[in-house]
């Protein structure tokens, strides 16, 4: 390949400025460049982005080239290298597009940073309106809320209530903590929060 006549007598002629053994080495080499790309994986926009390079390169070292038979060689080395250059470049691209994503990406599932603060309001104005309600409310209520939950039968013969008036009792007694003041302006508060979000 090294002693092959018509790729020195190609790049002498492409030296000396015609045109046609020009387009007969683009020709002639096309498949060597895109087989190179296709081995390295490149997007069809990148190989004709490398196979741009490597004529433009071509163009501007032909007149330095050495050994004109040694074409192909020099074709194949600058394709891989411009292939290697694009292949980092589209890494770099993709470890700085991973970064940019790690960087943004927020925890649905962790709570609010004024979270915390959010729970503690609410838990306050509850033990507020709480302690608001009648005695029996908050006895009720307070069986209800256990864990693990009180049976019906319980709370039936603790309060000397009907099993049948426990739920209805509940409701009056949770209507009666939603007017309490402190209450009352947490669910206000919420809802001003909902309207602007």
């Known amino acids: 390949m090294r002693d092959d006549p018509s790729v020195v007598a190609l790049v002498v002629r492409a030296r000396g400025g015609d045109?046609?053994?020009?387009?007969?080495?683009?020709?002639?080499?096309?498949s060597l460049v895109w087989s190179i790309c296709k081995a390295f994986r490149l997007s069809r926009a990148d190989a004709d982005d490398v196979g741009q390079s490597v004529w433009l390169s071509l163009v501007e070292q032909l007149p330095r080239l050495r050994e004109p038979a040694a074409l192909p060689g020099w074709l194949a080395t600058a394709t891989r290298r411009e292939c290697l250059r694009?292949?980092?470049a589209a890494e770099r691209q993709q470890r700085l597009r991973l970064q940019v994503d790690a960087d943004v990406l927020v925890?649905?599932?962790?709570?609010?940073?004024?979270?915390?603060?959010?729970d503690a309001e609410r838990n306050a104005a509850l033990a507020a309106g709480f302690r608001q309600l009648d005695g029996r409310?908050?006895?009720?209520?307070?069986?209800?809320?256990?864990?693990?939950?009180?049976?019906?039968?319980?709370?039936?013969?603790?309060?000397?209530?009907?099993?049948?008036?426990?739920?209805?009792?509940?409701?009056?007694c949770l209507e009666k903590l939603r007017r309490t003041p402190a209450v009352?302006?947490?669910?206000r508060s919420e809802r001003d929060d909902q309207g602007r979000g």
Request: one cysteine or more; aromatic letters at 4%; glycine letters at 4%.
């Open 86 to 88: 694009c292949a980092q």
């Open 107 to 118: 925890d649905v599932r962790a709570p609010a940073p004024d979270q915390g603060l959010i």
């Open 184 to 187: 009352a302006a947490l669910i």
């Open 19 to 30: 045109r046609d053994a020009w387009d007969e080495i683009v020709e002639r080499y096309a």
């Open 137 to 172: 409310c908050q006895e009720l209520l307070s069986m209800l809320m256990c864990q693990p939950p009180v049976p019906y039968t319980d709370i039936s013969a603790k309060l000397s209530m009907p099993v049948g008036a426990i739920g209805p009792t509940r409701a009056r």
